[in-house]
């Protein structure tokens, strides 16, 4: 499996961005793909899950109806869509992978395979 995440970038405080991560090496949508952030000097942290197949999404709390995630299943295809964006969203953004449940609050534990990650940075 190999993920591969784009959409990073510099942007002001209150604004928006769109981050994509294309999967390969799966053959059907029996799978989840999640995003985590991971911040200088602090430990990843689960952001947002979706389940390919039937669409099942779930949130962290501190981004809960500011950011949206969706998919295109025949695309293996996830993206956040981050509006309202604050500085403390800065990070590097990763793409994960799991066949299996995923607990909430999300953990990198329940994912078996990343991304390299893409930066965003949020100003003030």
């Known amino acids: 499996v190999q993920l591969v995440e784009s959409g990073g970038d510099l942007v002001q405080a209150g604004g928006s961005l769109r981050l994509s991560c294309v999967a390969s090496?799966?053959?059907?949508?029996?799978?989840?793909l999640g995003w985590f952030r991971q911040a200088p000097g602090k430990e990843r942290e689960g952001v947002a899950c979706?389940?390919?197949?039937?669409?099942?999404?779930d949130y962290d709390k501190a981004v809960k109806g500011r950011f949206t995630i969706s998919r295109d299943s025949a695309k293996h295809t996830v993206y956040l869509q981050m509006d309202f964006l604050k500085p403390e969203d800065t990070a590097t953004y990763y793409c994960?992978?799991?066949?299996?449940?995923?607990?909430?609050?999300?953990?990198?534990?329940?994912?078996?395979?990343w991304g390299q990650g893409t930066q965003v940075t949020v100003s003030s």
């Open positions: 994960a992978a799991t066949r299996r449940p995923w607990r909430t609050p999300l953990r990198p534990a329940d994912f078996d395979s």
């Open positions: 090496g799966f053959t059907d949508a029996s799978y989840a």
């Open positions: 979706i389940n390919m197949a039937i669409g099942t999404r």
